[in-house]
């Protein structure tokens, strides 16, 4: 089969890694693929082997011929217009619903009503959101999910030196400006804590972010090989997320052991359970998430509990599960 992936170039996001792995994927069973980008086309932070193609402006006549064409829900509506009216011939549409509404949800909502795209959701939660705005019958049923690469992301011992050694409790966050994160709610909640345990620790990373001035170690721009060690560091990771569409760094942490304590996203419902892989509260809501950050601390037996279900559980998804299931929409 063809397979065209349309990005709005390679900066690390979530949406955007699990595009480029499920391309990749894709390739490897043989499938004729190609990444066709209207932004950057360097991709430092993985080893892509999928053929690129850079069209700034979506132009037809640069756009290979292929069955499937698959675009990423972030895309600017005036070139999801100009996607909506290519010819059959560069692919029957797909859009992949990744992150509804936490950015640019004017471009969001236009695109999902695209009535030429087919609809494939990550998570139930955007499957009932594209239901909401009456895409129903243009939305694909079979949820496509994510996977966790194993070999990336596991629980490690040792550390680099230069690493914040793990005295006690150390807190994980990721550290991003952007409002629906509420990094905040992360401050207020770990500070609270920190009157009760003031040996607690606070390691934070982020993307082209400086260190908040909260945190005990930060690491910018870390290159991905080094996240399971900065995740296996921490007893704990915080995340106080308002919304989001699924939220990789949380599911990478606990991959890595970490016991979660989070927000209610409506993204992370599949994996962040109450009581079960994590501890959850409403957003906004610091007084319950310090709450719950304390519990974890004081209660060693459960935090163990929570992370051993939450690294058993991340590590069932599996990425060669996703592709298939893209396979099957694809085949139809």
């Known amino acids: 089969m063809k397979i065209t992936f349309i990005l709005p170039g390679f900066f690390i996001c979530g949406g ?9 994927l894709l390739q490897k069973r043989e499938h004729q693929v190609t990444i066709v980008s209207h ?3 360097s991709c430092g932070w993985y080893d892509n082997k999928v053929p690129v193609v850079a069209n700034n402006n979506l132009d037809e006549d640069r756009m290979p011929d292929a069955d499937a064409l698959i675009v990423y829900e972030c895309i600017k509506s005036e070139f999801s217009s100009k996607i909506n009216s290519f010819d059959i011939s560069k692919g029957k549409k797909y859009l992949l619903v990744l992150s509804y509404r936490y950015q640019k949800k004017d471009w969001v909502d236009y695109n999902i009503r695209l009535k030429k795209f087919t609809k494939i959701c990550t998570t139930e939660w955007l499957r009932n959101e594209c239901d909401n ?18 070999e990336q992301f596991h629980r490690v011992d040792k550390f680099d030196p230069s690493y914040l050694p793990p005295e006690g409790t150390v807190i994980g ?3 991003r400006k952007d409002s629906y994160v509420c990094f905040t709610d992360i401050e207020k909640a770990f500070l609270k804590a920190k009157i009760k ?6 390691v934070t990373y982020s993307r082209d972010f400086d260190a908040p001035a909260i945190s005990d170690r930060h690491y910018k721009n870390p290159p991905q090989e080094k996240l399971k060690e900065i995740y296996s560091m921490c007893n704990i990771w915080l995340c106080a997320h308002s ?6 760094p949380p599911l990478e942490a606990m991959a890595c052991g970490c016991c979660l304590v989070t927000t209610d996203t409506k993204g992370n419902r599949f994996y962040a359970r109450h009581n079960e892989t994590a501890l959850v509260s409403e957003p906004r809501g610091v007084q319950k998430l310090s709450d719950n950050l304390i519990l974890a601390i004081e209660n060693k037996n459960l935090r163990n509990k ?3 279900a939450g690294e058993e559980f991340a590590h069932s998804l599996k990425w060669e599960d996703s592709v298939s299931r893209l396979e099957k929409i694809l085949n139809g």
Do not use: H
Request: charged share 25%; hydrophobic share 40%.
């Open 197 to 202: 345990y003031p040996n607690l620790k606070l």
């Open 306 to 308: 929570l992370s051993k």
């Open 243 to 248: 919304i989001d569409g699924l939220g990789m």
């Open 39 to 41: 932004g950057g086309v």
């Open 133 to 150: 705005l009456g895409e129903k019958e243009r939305t694909v049923r079979e949820l496509l999910l994510t996977g966790i690469d194993e």
């Open 173 to 175: 966050a990721y550290y």
């Open 16 to 24: 955007v890694k699990r595009i480029v792995i499920l391309a990749n």
